[in-house]
């Protein structure tokens, strides 16, 4: 069973920075630069969101873009959220999520972290 284990969540204060790190064991396939591996955050009363992304090239949502800067390690197994500049909007459960299509699609979640942004 393929586990997401986040990291690095807590509280700070505005203008503030922290970083998110998730750990992907026990995956049945290899993780390939084809594989997608993304963050996600959903703060109370709103839909779970796409921020970040990161396959062969790396996407942003605009509302992280120049503030937010994901990445992964050499052997694909550790993607990383550095965060900087929070605004308590940044306040929700960030989670990490891994997106594998080999004869069919293979979608993995992590459990979530939470990330609070004091003002």
């Given amino acids: 069973q393929v ?4 990291s690095g969540g807590g509280s700070v ?3 503030g920075s922290l970083r998110l790190s998730c750990k992907a064991t026990r995956t049945q396939f290899t993780i390939f630069s ?11 009363g709103t839909q779970r969101e796409l921020i970040a992304s990161i ?3 790396t996407t942003y949502a605009d509302a ?3 503030l937010f800067t994901v990445s992964i390690d050499n052997f694909r197994t550790t ?9 308590p909007a940044d306040t929700a459960v960030y989670y990490c999520t891994l997106v594998q299509v080999r004869a069919s ?3 993995y979640w992590g459990q979530g972290t939470q990330v609070t942004v004091s003002s």
């Fill in 3 to 6: 586990q997401l284990v986040e």
């Fill in 13 to 15: 204060q505005a203008r």
């Fill in 34 to 44: 084809t594989d997608t591996m993304a963050w996600y955050r959903q703060a109370p």
């Fill in 55 to 57: 396959a062969e090239s």
């Fill in 64 to 66: 992280v873009k120049g």
């Fill in 79 to 87: 993607i990383s959220l550095e965060m900087k500049d929070l605004k």
């Fill in 105 to 107: 699609r293979h979608d």
